[in-house]
C-alpha cells in the first residue's frame, strides 16, 4: 500500500533540509503498516483524530512528562503536547527541537534523556 510509503516521509521528518532517515527506517515502518488491517488502521487514525481526551487528561495526578518534537507534521504540537500540558495537572511539557513523530527512533538519545531525567526528578 503506497499510503504507508507515502507517510514514512513526513512521519519520520525525511522531507527535512539535511534529513538523515535512512531508508531501512521507513521501510520498517511500511512494513509495520502492511501487517495491520485496513480497517483496523482506519480506526485508529479515526479514534485519535476525532476522540476528546480532555476528561480523561483532566483525573491525571501524578506528574507527567509531555514530550512531543516541534516539527511534528503528523500531529501539530499546537493541537496536542501545548494543550496535553495545560490539561493535565503536573504536567511537564519538554519539546525536542527539530524532532519529528517518529522521534523515538530519529532522536532516540534526546527521548531517552529526556525520559530519564524526568523520572529521576
Known amino acids: 500500500m503506497q499510503y504507508f510509503k507515502d507517510l514514512a516521509v513526513p512521519f519520520y521528518g525525511a522531507n527535512r533540509p539535511g534529513s538523515k532517515v535512512s531508508q531501512g527506517l521507513r521501510d520498517s515502518f511500511w512494513l509495520q503498516g502492511m501487517l495491520a488491517g485496513h480497517k483496523a488502521v482506519y480506526d485508529c487514525v479515526k479514534q485519535f483524530s476525532e476522540t476528546d481526551f480532555s476528561e480523561d487528561l483532566r483525573r491525571i495526578g501524578i506528574p507527567t512528562l509531555v ?7 503528523i500531529v ?3 493541537d496536542s503536547a501545548l494543550l496535553t500540558a495545560k490539561v493535565v495537572k503536573n504536567a511537564t511539557l519538554k519539546l525536542i527541537r527539530g524532532a519529528p513523530h517518529g522521534m523515538c527512533s530519529t532522536h532516540k538519545d534526546t527521548v531517552n534523556a529526556e525520559l530519564l531525567a524526568f523520572i529521576k526528578s
Open 67 to 73: 514530550l512531543q518534537g516541534d516539527d511534528d507534521q
Open 76 to 78: 501539530p504540537v499546537t
